[in-house]
């Protein structure tokens, strides 16, 4: 089975628009901490909405929080880097409910980012740490703003009713764990 990491298919934005269905996955690609210590390529997940005839990106963003960006701006400043994912392919999950989902990522925007949520995250990967704790295996369980992956996790699982990454609490999931979930499928990479 080939993944995103092995074959890229790049699609323009305008011919792919059209297929972008409300909370499909975006993933964005880029070497960093964050791909590195998740055993991925994606550095930053996000979901997709459309309001009337805007297709939206719902993201989590650094030292701005919650926000709704065009879509299309967002490629156009990081062409070739954000990986679109089919959320429930197949519609295998039958009483996923995508507008719900949608709707609750919405409703996430304005929040802060989640520091405190990213530092727990981090903590697993320290070289001693990870020895003695076990990652919770699902909630939320924090109470405190999410950060991008979180975010994502949390808008499937509470919103759209089936959480993506089954026995990995929502505010330990990173955007390798959405990529590699059998709720996402890869479709297309956006150019301008």
């Known amino acids: 089975m080939k993944t995103p990491s092995d074959e890229r298919l790049c699609v323009s934005y305008a ?26 390529q994606h550095c930053h997940a996000a979901k997709a909405a459309w309001w009337d005839d805007d297709l939206f990106c719902l993201e989590f963003v650094a030292l701005r929080g919650g926000r709704a960006v065009l879509l299309s701006r967002l ?26 989902a949608a709707r609750y990522m919405r409703r996430l ?16 990967h320290a070289p001693l740490v990870r020895w003695f704790q076990v990652p919770a295996a699902s909630g939320n369980g924090s109470g405190r703003p999410p950060f991008c992956s979180q975010a994502a996790a949390l808008s499937d699982r509470l919103g759209g009713g089936i959480d993506p990454v089954p026995h990995l609490a929502d505010r330990l999931t990173e955007p390798a764990d959405l990529a590699r979930s059998p709720f996402y499928r890869y479709r297309f990479t956006l150019m301008p």
């Not at 990081?78 to 719900?100: C, K, L, S």
């Not at 980012?113 to 995250?121: E, I, K, M, P, T």
């Open 15 to 40: 011919e792919a628009r059209e297929q972008i269905a409300d909370s499909d996955l975006l993933l964005f690609r880029r070497r960093g901490l964050i791909s590195i210590a998740g055993r991925g």
């Open 75 to 100: 490629v156009e400043r990081w062409p070739g880097r954000i990986d679109v994912f089919e959320t429930n392919p197949e519609n295998r999950w039958p009483n996923y409910d995508r507008r719900a």
């Open 109 to 124: 925007t304005g929040l802060d980012y989640g520091w405190a949520n990213l530092f727990s995250v981090a903590l697993f």
